[in-house]
């Protein structure tokens, strides 16, 4: 089956404006997950769904990040008010039974954030 | 919530068998160990995960102390398509609200 998808690839926005980022989890994965990597450093939680409630926001930098999910499927990741830090790749990963130990996840292509 | 302290760069050569330790002093007991790999421009992938003693699949071992602070990633035999950065996770998503911490990753390096 397909894996975890995000859109857009790349996305180049100026400073101040908002951004959606889309991630599409592989089908029946209860869990979805966002993580934010900068340039040449590791990856940084920012939240965790499951299903369609987010029980761990605790990672999202500031209050112009937000995210939600419906249908149990696609997420969005909003960021109002863009500014140059928020520069990254975005990763969302999606995992079939959280909280077991077997939460493997699959993470999708990301996408490349550029704030100018 | 558990930190992760891996070296930051190793090299290797083809053919030879390298092994990533991973120090996690404050893991909890409900946490397991999962290793992922991230090649440039690209997701990080699953390698294995463990939870206590020996994991073998057919990529990797994981060997896991008994006190369970530290672990070790072993890869056999690597070739230059191994060269990747490897990064440690500790936890698990449980009731509790538990949480994910990547390490700052081992950017293995694999010279023929």
């Known amino acids: 089956g397909a894996g975890v998808s995000q859109s857009p690839s790349n996305k180049v926005t100026e400073k101040g404006k908002d951004v959606e980022l889309r991630c599409d989890p592989i089908?029946?994965?209860?869990?979805l997950y966002w993580y934010r990597q900068r340039l040449g450093q590791g990856l940084e939680f920012l939240i965790y769904f499951q299903g369609n409630s987010a029980p761990d926001k605790s990672g999202l930098p500031s209050d112009r990040f937000s995210a939600e999910r419906t249908g149990e499927s696609v997420s969005t990741l909003t960021i109002q008010r863009t500014q140059q830090e928020d520069s990254a790749v975005y990763l969302c990963a999606s995992s079939l039974v959280p909280g077991t130990g077997g939460d493997e996840q699959y993470f999708g292509p990301g996408t490349r954030l550029t704030v100018t | 919530l558990a930190k992760t302290t891996q070296p930051i760069s190793m090299d290797s050569y083809e053919g030879q068998e390298v092994n990533i330790t991973c120090s996690h002093n404050n893991i909890a007991t409900n946490d397991y160990i999962t290793w992922y790999q991230q090649f440039p421009s690209q997701g990080p992938r699953f390698i294995i995960q463990g939870y206590k003693t020996k994991v073998t699949n057919e990529v990797a071992s994981l060997f896991i102390p008994a006190d369970r602070k530290s672990s070790t990633l072993s890869l056999p035999r690597v070739s230059l398509s191994d060269t990747a950065v490897y990064y440690c996770l500790v936890g698990g998503f449980y009731n509790q609200g538990g949480k994910l911490i990547f390490g700052q990753g081992t950017e293995l390096s694999v010279k023929p």
């Open positions: 089908s029946g994965h209860t869990a």
